[in-house]
């Protein structure tokens, strides 16, 4: 995994996380990698993984079972679906319009050169 120097480690590795359960690679109710593992598998510091962990289950995202390990949560993909769609309505979409705005760019532009992609 490559990191960008614009953000914590520890938020890029809780990002990874995210993505591996939308994209059902990690399944609610299942365990989910060792902070161990992980770290290994990523090349980065144990302390990191879990301080990612620690914050994804802030998030109920996952949750541990002492003594089992890590498991993803039944709701975490709608979590992480809700709070994706509202930073990027919010933030992303946002600047889009913007730029779009300062460029004179239609929506109908965009749809247009959407389709034709």
């Known amino acids: 995994m490559q990191?960008?120097?614009e953000k914590a480690i520890y938020l890029q590795i809780g990002e990874y996380a995210m993505d591996r359960i939308l994209l059902e690679e990690w399944r609610a109710e299942e365990k989910i990698p060792s902070v161990r593992d992980l770290a290994s598998d990523?090349?980065?510091n144990p302390n990191?993984?879990?301080?990612?962990?620690?914050?994804?289950?802030?998030q109920e995202i996952i949750y541990n079972k002492r003594g089992i390990g890590f498991f993803a949560s039944n709701s975490a993909k709608a979590l992480i679906l809700k709070t994706r769609k509202d930073h990027f309505?919010?933030?992303e979409l946002t600047l889009v319009f913007r730029t779009m705005d300062l460029l004179d760019i239609s929506?109908?532009?965009v749809n247009t050169y959407y389709q034709n992609r």
Do not use: G
């Open 3 to 5: 990191f960008n120097n």
């Open 42 to 44: 990523l090349e980065v």
């Open 48 to 58: 990191t993984v879990m301080r990612a962990y620690d914050h994804l289950q802030q």
């Open 89 to 91: 309505l919010n933030e």
């Open 107 to 109: 929506i109908e532009e």
